[in-house]
């Protein structure tokens, strides 16, 4: 067996892993949401309408950036939005797409996550964007997620989702997590009145701090 071979069954197990993990944490259910990560000038994503128990590695598919793909199976239908983000973004290395509960009660009502909390800032600005509504699968959500990703890390999908990334898998994962609890930490304080929120001065800074902590610090920041 070739290292390419090996490489790429690590990296499709791994996808594997992070969909079952998704839907422990109760992000996702049944076939919803898709996982890719970069590779050989493309991408591996998860395919359409499978259940992450059911996947094997050899289920993973194989996508170049012209939308070719390879393999038995279909590539998730939303493969347009992860080749557009690997396209503008080098920095990113892996995609998550999910339905959480409260990021999709707030992307029903087509709200941001707004600076009502500091921990926004882990999405790379001072709030968390919702991107207009578009048929899923399409090349207009596409667009429309990379305008709301535009300076950030993560958006949710109007009446959909949301999606997060990184610049690794476990980032992406991380990211995605902690959208939802800050989706349900603003839909719970929205109970009780409007939230108080974080000034755009205090978000800069704390977007600044992040940019240094954590996996950016593992790669050399101070």
Not at 64 to 81: I, L, T, Y
């Amino acid at each position: 067996m070739s290292e390419n071979t090996v490489r790429s069954t690590t990296q499709r197990l791994s996808i594997i892993d992070a969909s079952v993990r998704l839907e422990k944490l109760g992000l996702n259910k049944g076939t919803a949401g898709n996982i890719s990560i970069r590779w050989n000038g493309g991408f591996l994503i998860t395919p359409s309408g499978m259940a992450p128990h059911r996947l094997h590695p050899e289920d993973i598919v194989a996508v170049d950036m012209d939308g070719s793909w390879q393999g038995a199976r279909k590539p998730s239908s939303e493969w347009r939005f992860h080749r557009d983000i690997y396209a503008a973004r080098p920095e990113i290395t892996a995609v998550v797409h999910a339905h959480p509960s409260f990021c999709v009660a707030l992307a029903v009502l087509h709200k941001e996550i707004p600076p009502y909390h500091y921990m926004v800032a882990k999405a790379g600005g001072r709030d968390i964007r919702c991107a207009p509504y578009a048929s899923f699968g399409t090349q207009a959500l596409s667009d429309f997620a990379m305008t709301a990703l535009e300076g950030r890390k993560a958006c949710l999908l109007a009446n959909h989702g949301m999606i997060a990334t990184g610049t690794s898998l476990d980032g992406a994962m991380a990211l995605a997590v902690e959208v939802e609890e800050l989706a349900e930490g603003y839909w719970r304080a929205l109970q009780l009145g409007e939230p108080i929120l974080l000034s755009d001065e205090e978000m800069a800074s704390t977007v600044e701090r992040f940019s240094a902590y954590g996996e950016n610090a593992q790669k050399g920041s101070r």
